[in-house]
């Protein structure tokens, strides 16, 4: 009989039904007895009194297994956004993972950063499509879906193994080239001993099971499964296909293990759970704890024994393991022994941290996802702040992402969270534990600094009896990339383990940068030279210099302020989506086009982190609790507000004492500081950033001539003096260039467009930047006589809102977007001719990157599509202004509530869609009538 080990990972979007299908599994498998319900709150892994109250999984949990020779450990991990962290420290631990989609909902966006980690961490994935009992749930729609969101190589196993057919064998075949042409191959040999008579009964599939198991692990085939946990549909077809398809690591001899999870049991005592890969692990077994980070920066190997750190101490402990423990559930089984590819909780090591490397696993690994907000403790009256952080430290073991910071001199305690479901469970936590009821300020968002150009810096440290040169070359990275050290310099200049120093230096703490005195990120820093003294240097002088070379490098180049921000994906009635668009472009958002999905519209894009809070509430509140809103964090980007945000946080790099710009020097037996801005004068080596110097991307640096951003010269104007000519011409010119013409467009141009489709009467006004003037005709002269003016009339139009409130157009979009804009043209190009208005009508155009924006004549109507963006909102509030205060009479037709509103402020008439469909039903009544009747 087949006998493997299997760690199976259920990772899933909240409310999907991972801990029901838990709950399936355990009881096909025969290890529980009865079934349990999250509304029931008897559930098998959701022990916690937290879970049971809000009926979500909190904190990972396992649960072990065996299945027709199959030994499984299933770990049970939160689907929560706020719980990310503690999700993705199982996936270090995974041979395989079941990735539950809620049938009734699709791929969602937290569903789509599950599988981004996925990919990251290399684990073979299968995918239940759960609540296909539920009305309007679709396989062939999800399995599309799925197949376009995440990936093309996921192929549906719904058939039975007996029912297979060609085409399936067919459908994972393409996923690798090389299998395709074994199976074509094979199909012409069953082809052909088909011709010769030959029997059936003997036959072998297209493609073997082991064939399709290395497809699963070598993540080329993903396969599909659609049922429902809470009945038990398609459990069984998964758990066959875990047996038959899970991958089964191959272990080494020598003793490794990673740990994933840090808790404390009943009595307090500390557990460190782990994941064995390679060798075993007895009861009384020594190993070592904490590892020599410099080691493992130079890429050294241990031994597993104690090892002096180049500063002469030592950082492994060797701690002994009191006991083993294999927990399922609640309840925990205590073991002498554990082998490769076990789960299990060691009691007696203190010294162990979330991601550690054991024996020959000497990597730590990092989360990729982290808190993108800070918030201040406030401690109950009395409570001592020394002993609450002692407490809280102890919290941090389990959670590392809080990433508490003490301020000696507020005395003040933060903590990183990821949202507000976390603080109320990090509230009652420590109430639970340690009985104290602490609260928390309102939270405040995490931001970060880069660069955005080379820079050199220098850091000299030369007290008494000291010395030590440091000279850093900081470079930008790219975006999300972090920072990364090396050196370039030659152990003649500087010996090794000096040099090795520095780098432990600049990896040892969190470097704060200059602007708002934030961490720094996305940059490479490398060390360019450096100078020691035979007799005078000593291991703290290089940390000082090293500090101050970086923190001075940082005053020396264009410093970035970055936020975190927001992927959202929006779900809500088709009227509502200008609403949306308006609210997000208020926010500093940006978003794709708006897809119509029936009556609804789903609009995606990305918004800051600051601007985003409460806004679920809100969209709740004016769709009246029919829209629906997903967020993930994408990452950090440039801040669209950073002058603001610098002058309310008012940092001051130069007077903060704990990171010090300047540098120290010695004269007369007696040292001196020297502000960073004069250090240059001081140093005694010379700069390393010369031209000629080599950057790491394989660029030299004083190469290249500095350019604008178009590519052109950055002397004078694009075409001129002044900048101005012809735009076209530009554009035409840099397309033949192979450019993509981005930002190229600038107002002046804009202003042409719209100055030779409309004409123009009046010079250009100094006035709003962004304001673009829709002109007719120079007018007559008017012979004024009391009050009376000469009046215009005009009609605005937001077509793609129309396009969805009218149901002819809404219909015909659905199966092509062009024909339905065609059509309302020529419907409106009618109404124009027989009501004698000036009409314009307004499309997005947004979505295109670099778009300048464009005017078009049909027949008797403008179409104007606004520039890159730009919605059609903010064009039409701002040709109204421009209307409404040279008198002419405006109305402007939508369905858009907010865009109402701001219409009236502005002094237009509103015409709502279905106004605006009377009107013209009524003309085209009255044409048949009087002219064609």
């Given at each position: ?76 991990t939160p689907g929560h956004v706020d719980f990310s962290a503690e999700m993705e420290r199982t996936l270090q631990v995974l041979d395989c993972a079941v990735l539950i989609i809620n049938g009734a909902d699709g791929v969602q966006s937290h569903t789509l950063t599950l599988w981004k980690l996925l990919e990251r961490y290399r684990v073979p994935v299968f995918l239940f499509i759960n609540k296909m009992d539920q009305p309007g749930t679709d396989a062939d729609a999800l399995l599309s879906e799925v197949q376009k969101a995440l990936d093309g190589r996921c192929v549906s196993f719904a058939c039975p193994i007996g029912e297979r057919t060609d085409e399936f064998y067919e459908n994972i075949a393409v996923c690798d080239e090389k299998l395709l042409e074994n199976y074509l191959e094979r199909l012409e040999r069953k082809d052909g001993g088909k011709q010769q008579g030959q029997g ?229 936590l420590i109430q639970e534990r340690f009985d104290l009821e602490v609260d928390f300020d309102e939270g405040s968002v995490l931001y970060q600094e880069t660069i955005a150009d080379v820079a050199e810096g220098v850091g000299h440290f030369e007290p008494l009896r000291h010395y030590a040169e440091v000279h850093l070359i900081l470079e930008p990275g790219e975006r999300g990339s972090g920072l990364s050290f090396r050196s370039c310099l030659s152990e003649d200049e500087l010996d090794r383990n000096w040099q090795r120093l520095i780098l432990t230096h600049l990896e040892e703490k969190t470097h704060l940068g200059v602007l708002t005195g934030s961490p720094i990120t996305d940059m490479q820093i490398t060390l360019a030279a450096g100078r020691s003294h035979l007799k005078h240097t000593e291991g703290g002088d290089f940390r000082q210099a090293t500090y101050r070379a970086l923190r ?382």
């Amino acid at each position: 009989m087949n006998h493997k080990k299997a760690v199976i990972g259920l990772l899933a979007h909240v409310d999907a039904g991972k801990t029901t299908l838990a709950e399936q599994i355990l009881y096909a498998a025969g290890e529980i007895r009865s079934l349990g319900r999250v509304d029931h709150r008897d559930t098998f892994l959701d022990t916690d009194t937290q879970e049971r109250e809000r009926g979500i999984t909190i904190f990972s949990k396992q649960a072990r297994f065996c299945r027709k020779g199959m030994e499984a450990m299933l770990l049970d991990t939160p689907g929560h956004v706020d719980f990310s962290a503690e999700m993705e420290r199982t996936l270090q631990v995974l041979d395989c993972a079941v990735l539950i989609i809620n049938g009734a909902d699709g791929v969602q966006s937290h569903t789509l950063t599950l599988w981004k980690l996925l990919e990251r961490y290399r684990v073979p994935v299968f995918l239940f499509i759960n609540k296909m009992d539920q009305p309007g749930t679709d396989a062939d729609a999800l399995l599309s879906e799925v197949q376009k969101a995440l990936d093309g190589r996921c192929v549906s196993f719904a058939c039975p193994i007996g029912e297979r057919t060609d085409e399936f064998y067919e459908n994972i075949a393409v996923c690798d080239e090389k299998l395709l042409e074994n199976y074509l191959e094979r199909l012409e040999r069953k082809d052909g001993g088909k011709q010769q008579g030959q029997g059936r009964a003997n036959e072998q599939p297209p493609v073997s099971d082991g064939e399709i198991a290395a497809l699963i692990g070598g993540r080329k085939l993903f396969p599909c499964f659609f049922g429902s946990a809470l009945y038990g549909n398609g459990v069984e077809d998964l758990l066959d296909a875990l047996l038959s398809y899970a991958p089964a690591p191959k272990y080494g001899e020598a003793f490794g293990a990673r740990v994933f999870k840090i808790t404390r049991d009943e009595q307090g005592n500390r557990l460190t759970h782990i994941k064995v890969t390679g060798g075993s692990l007895r009861v009384k077994q020594t190993i070592a704890t904490a590892a020599d980070k410099a080691a493992e920066a130079d890429g050294l190997q241990t031994d597993g024994t104690v090892k002096p750190n180049r500063a002469g101490g030592a950082d492994e402990r060797v701690e002994k393991i009191d006991q083993i423990r294999q927990y399922s559930g609640e309840k925990y089984a205590a073991v002498q022994e554990v082998t490769a590819g076990d789960i299990c909780a060691l009691l007696g090591p203190e010294h162990t941290f979330c991601g550690q490397g054991l024996g020959v696993e000497k990597e730590t690994v990092l989360p990729l996802l982290e808190p993108v907000m800070t918030y201040r403790v406030n401690p109950p009256e009395g409570c001592d702040i020394h002993s609450l952080y002692s407490k809280l430290c102890k919290l941090q073991e389990e959670e590392p992402m809080l990433h508490l910071v003490r301020q000696e001199q507020s005395g003040e305690i933060h903590v990183r969270l990821m949202g507000e479901v976390q603080i109320e469970i990090l509230r009652k936590l420590i109430q639970e534990r340690f009985d104290l009821e602490v609260d928390f300020d309102e939270g405040s968002v995490l931001y970060q600094e880069t660069i955005a150009d080379v820079a050199e810096g220098v850091g000299h440290f030369e007290p008494l009896r000291h010395y030590a040169e440091v000279h850093l070359i900081l470079e930008p990275g790219e975006r999300g990339s972090g920072l990364s050290f090396r050196s370039c310099l030659s152990e003649d200049e500087l010996d090794r383990n000096w040099q090795r120093l520095i780098l432990t230096h600049l990896e040892e703490k969190t470097h704060l940068g200059v602007l708002t005195g934030s961490p720094i990120t996305d940059m490479q820093i490398t060390l360019a030279a450096g100078r020691s003294h035979l007799k005078h240097t000593e291991g703290g002088d290089f940390r000082q210099a090293t500090y101050r070379a970086l923190r001075q490098g940082l005053c020396r180049a264009e410093s970035i302020l970055l936020e975190p921000v927001y992927e959202f994906r929006m779900e809500l009635p088709a009227s509502l989506v200008g609403r949306a668009m308006a609210d997000i472009q208020a926010m500093s958002g940006r978003f794709d086009a708006p897809e119509t999905v029936g009556e609804e519209a789903h609009l995606t894009g990305t918004v800051p982190v600051s601007e985003f809070g409460g806004y679920h509430t809100k969209l709740l509140a004016y769709s009246g609790g029919k829209g629906r809103l997903f967020t993930s964090l994408k990452g950090y980007e440039p801040c669209h507000n950073a002058g603001e945000v610098i002058e309310q946080i008012g940092y001051e790099a130069e007077h903060d004492m704990e990171n010090p710009c300047g540098s120290v020097f010695c004269a007369h037996g007696a040292g001196f500081v020297v502000e960073w801005d004069r250090v240059e004068e001081y140093m005694h080596l010379e700069p390393a950033l010369k031209a000629g110097w080599k950057l790491s991307d394989g660029r030299v640096y004083g190469a290249d001539e500095e350019s604008d951003q178009n590519g052109q010269s950055g002397k004078g104007g694009r075409d001129g003096e002044n900048g101005t000519g012809d735009f076209a011409a530009r554009y035409a010119k840099r397309s033949a260039a192979g450019e993509s013409g981005i930002d190229f467009i600038g107002q002046d141009e804009i202003e042409e467009i719209f100055a030779r489709t409309y004409g123009t009467k009046e010079p250009k006004k100094q006035g709003w930047a962004r304001t673009i003037r829709a002109k007719t005709a120079e007018p007559a002269e008017v012979t004024y006589r009391g009050s009376q003016t000469k009046q215009e009339d005009y009609l605005l139009v937001d077509g793609y809102n129309i396009i969805f409130a009218w149901e002819e157009l809404s219909v015909l979009a659905k199966t092509d977007l062009n024909a339905a804009r065609g059509r309302l043209m020529d419907i409106l190009c009618n109404y124009q001719a027989f009501r004698k208005m000036h009409l314009i009508l307004v499309f997005d155009a947004y979505r295109v990157k670099g778009n300048p924006g464009s005017v078009e004549h049909y027949h008797n109507i403008d179409v104007v599509y606004t520039k890159e963006a730009e919605t059609a909102d903010q064009y039409i509030e701002k040709v109204t202004h421009e209307m409404s205060r040279k008198n002419n009479r405006v109305r402007v037709a939508t369905s858009d509530g907010l865009e109402q509103i701001i219409i009236l402020g502005a002094g237009a008439t509103r015409v709502s869609a279905r106004e605006l469909l009377e009107e013209v039903r009524a003309a085209e009544k009255e044409m048949r009538e009087n002219y064609i009747g």
